[in-house]
Structures are given as structure tokens and as C-alpha cells.
């Protein structure tokens, strides 16, 4: 099972990759650069590639994460290309390091016509992915609600992905919490999303999972991840997911508070004990 955390690239990406290993984290999620500010880094690139190296060697796989301002919904013709640019620099960095791919978040759009938040994400995506070839994908993530409407539902993921002129260079990223705060997902196990993830054509796109627990309840639209058995999704609910079939190969990871230690250390291994039925 690929579990794993969110880990920091102070030192660089390969300095990230190690303390991932340190943890015994089996992948990680890393932030390709200032994860306030939409920027172009001008990265090292033999480190990137010691991280991917490091990578292959140690069986790690990573995903890296855009920095927060990226909004796939902007209308705003500066701020978009802004956001195309940055994307492709994330691309870039995440190809370097190795990575499946690069999670991004759906998008908020608050204006008065829904139809014209959907097409600026589509327009988005198409700019990016006509100016990439690499191999790393852009992973769309589910959202919470909390911040706007969009993007809290397998349909939408899928007809993004569908009316996109590149599908293939886009994936999906499953948050727990957000399928929790949407309402989604009521933390029970054998739950319906699975199957309505299967039937729209989003679960064999799905390459990552953020792993997180929720202080708040089910359909509350609040994003605040608690720790692993320590917020109201349950362990039940959690267990099953981590044992389910369909995500055997995928990347589990923790975007969670850490422990007393300051690592992850102790939800990677209480992840261990949940995936084998103990």
C-alpha cells in the first residue's frame, strides 16, 4: 500500500523525498514551490532529478501540489494566464521530481452565471495541456464547498475531464474530508459515492487520495482536517476505504496535523494497521 504525507522541501525536492523515507511514508505530496503566490520558479534541476532518482530507487512514488491562489474558474485574462504559466511550471517541476502528477483544485467561481465557471476551467485546462508533453498529470480535486459551489461532485469532475481537448493528461485527486464536508460521503462504509465514482468514468482516473480525517460533521461545508481517528468521519468508514480494491495501487496521502512528534509517523503506522484488518 502507497501510504504517505504531506512533507516539507526545505533543504529541496530530494531533502522532501528523504523525509518521507524517514517516516516510513511509502509516498509523499509536496508543494513544487511558495504555496501563497502564483510565481515561476526557476528550480534546481539536478536536484529534482536526485529526488526522482531517490525515488525509483526506494520504491517512493510523490505528487506535488499548485500553490493556493491557482484557480482553474479565473475570468479575469491576467489572472488566468498567470494561473496557465504557474501551472506549467508546476508540470515541469513535478516532472522533473518524478511524480505522478500535480494536484490542482477544481475552482471557485462566485459570479451570477455557473455555465461561465465551468468554461473558464475547460478553457484553462485545454491552454495548459496543449503546451505540455510530459508524462505528469494534472490531478483535479474534489472540493469541500466551503468557498463556492463547484466542484463537490463526481459529475462535474467527469464533465470537465470529458469536454477537455486533452483528457488524457488529466487525472483526479479524491479528498476524504472534502467528500466528508460536501456531504458526499457520510463516513460509512460500502458507501454509494464508490459506485457513482465507477458509473461517471472518474474512478479509473483517480491517481491520488488525500487522506484526511474532518473536525467537522458530514455536510457542514467546512475544510478543516483532524488527524486520522481523531475527527467525526470514523474509523469504520476510513478502514474500509484504505482495504478497498479499486485503490490498492493508489497513493494514499495524509494532509493532516501531525503528531506530538511532529511527524506523521504514527498515522502512517495506525494506516498500516487499518489497511491489513487489524
Not at 508540470?91 to 511524480?99: H, P, R, T, V
Not at 477537455?164 to 485527486?173: D, H, K, L, R, W
Not at 468514468?201 to 487522506?211: D, E, S, T
Given at each position: 500500500m502507497l501510504y504517505g504525507c504531506h512533507v516539507s522541501t526545505r533543504g529541496g525536492y530530494l531533502a522532501a523525498a528523504k523525509r518521507a523515507a524517514a517516516q516510513g511514508a511509502r509516498s509523499f505530496q509536496f508543494f513544487s514551490k511558495n504555496p501563497r503566490a502564483l510565481s515561476v520558479k526557476a528550480f534546481d534541476r539536478t536536484d529534482a532529478s536526485r529526488c526522482a532518482a531517490y525515488c525509483?530507487?526506494?520504491?517512493?512514488?510523490?505528487?506535488?501540489?499548485?500553490?493556493?491562489?491557482?484557480?482553474?474558474?479565473?475570468?479575469?485574462?491576467?489572472?488566468?494566464?498567470?494561473?496557465?504559466?504557474?501551472?506549467?511550471?508546476?508540470?515541469?517541476?513535478?516532472?522533473?521530481?518524478?511524480?505522478?502528477?500535480?494536484?490542482?483544485?477544481?475552482?471557485?467561481?462566485?459570479?451570477?452565471?455557473?455555465?461561465?465557471?465551468?468554461?473558464?476551467?475547460?478553457?484553462?485546462?485545454?491552454?495548459?495541456?496543449?503546451?505540455?508533453?510530459?508524462?505528469?498529470?494534472?490531478?483535479?480535486?474534489?472540493?469541500?464547498?466551503?468557498?463556492?459551489?463547484?466542484?463537490?461532485?463526481?459529475?462535474?469532475?467527469?464533465?470537465?475531464?470529458?469536454?477537455?481537448?486533452?483528457?488524457q493528461q488529466i487525472g483526479?485527486?479524491?479528498?476524504?474530508?472534502?467528500?466528508?464536508?460536501?456531504?458526499?460521503?457520510?463516513?460509512?462504509?460500502?458507501?454509494?459515492?464508490?459506485?457513482?465514482?465507477?458509473n461517471t468514468g472518474?474512478?479509473?482516473?483517480?491517481?491520488?487520495i488525500h487522506f484526511n480525517d474532518s473536525r467537522y460533521d458530514s455536510a457542514q461545508r467546512k475544510d478543516r482536517h483532524a488527524a486520522i481517528g481523531m475527527g467525526k468521519i470514523g474509523e469504520q468508514g476510513l478502514r474500509w476505504l484504505l482495504q478497498a480494491p479499486e485503490f490498492s495501487k493508489v497513493p494514499f496521502v495524509l494532509e493532516t496535523p501531525t503528531d506530538g512528534a511532529g511527524s506523521h509517523q504514527q498515522q502512517l503506522e495506525t494506516m498500516v494497521l487499518w489497511a491489513t484488518g487489524r
Amino acid at each position: 500500500m502507497l501510504y504517505g504525507c504531506h512533507v516539507s522541501t526545505r533543504g529541496g525536492y530530494l531533502a522532501a523525498a528523504k523525509r518521507a523515507a524517514a517516516q516510513g511514508a511509502r509516498s509523499f505530496q509536496f508543494f513544487s514551490k511558495n504555496p501563497r503566490a502564483l510565481s515561476v520558479k526557476a528550480f534546481d534541476r539536478t536536484d529534482a532529478s536526485r529526488c526522482a532518482a531517490y525515488c525509483a530507487e526506494h520504491g517512493l512514488q510523490s505528487i506535488a501540489h499548485t500553490p493556493y491562489p491557482t484557480n482553474l474558474a479565473a475570468q479575469d485574462e491576467e489572472q488566468r494566464s498567470r494561473n496557465v504559466i504557474s501551472l506549467l511550471n508546476d508540470l515541469q517541476i513535478a516532472e522533473a521530481c518524478g511524480s505522478i502528477g500535480v494536484v490542482v483544485h477544481f475552482g471557485i467561481y462566485k459570479g451570477s452565471e455557473p455555465l461561465a465557471g465551468y468554461q473558464s476551467i475547460i478553457r484553462t485546462l485545454n491552454e495548459v495541456t496543449a503546451r505540455w508533453d510530459g508524462r505528469a498529470k494534472l490531478l483535479i480535486e474534489n472540493q469541500a464547498g466551503d468557498h463556492a459551489f463547484m466542484g463537490t461532485t463526481f459529475e462535474e469532475l467527469a464533465t470537465i475531464r470529458s469536454l477537455c481537448m486533452q483528457p488524457q493528461q488529466i487525472g483526479f485527486c479524491l479528498d476524504t474530508c472534502h467528500l466528508f464536508a460536501s456531504g458526499v460521503w457520510n463516513g460509512e462504509p460500502d458507501a454509494s459515492w464508490l459506485a457513482k465514482a465507477a458509473n461517471t468514468g472518474v474512478l479509473p482516473h483517480i491517481a491520488a487520495i488525500h487522506f484526511n480525517d474532518s473536525r467537522y460533521d458530514s455536510a457542514q461545508r467546512k475544510d478543516r482536517h483532524a488527524a486520522i481517528g481523531m475527527g467525526k468521519i470514523g474509523e469504520q468508514g476510513l478502514r474500509w476505504l484504505l482495504q478497498a480494491p479499486e485503490f490498492s495501487k493508489v497513493p494514499f496521502v495524509l494532509e493532516t496535523p501531525t503528531d506530538g512528534a511532529g511527524s506523521h509517523q504514527q498515522q502512517l503506522e495506525t494506516m498500516v494497521l487499518w489497511a491489513t484488518g487489524r
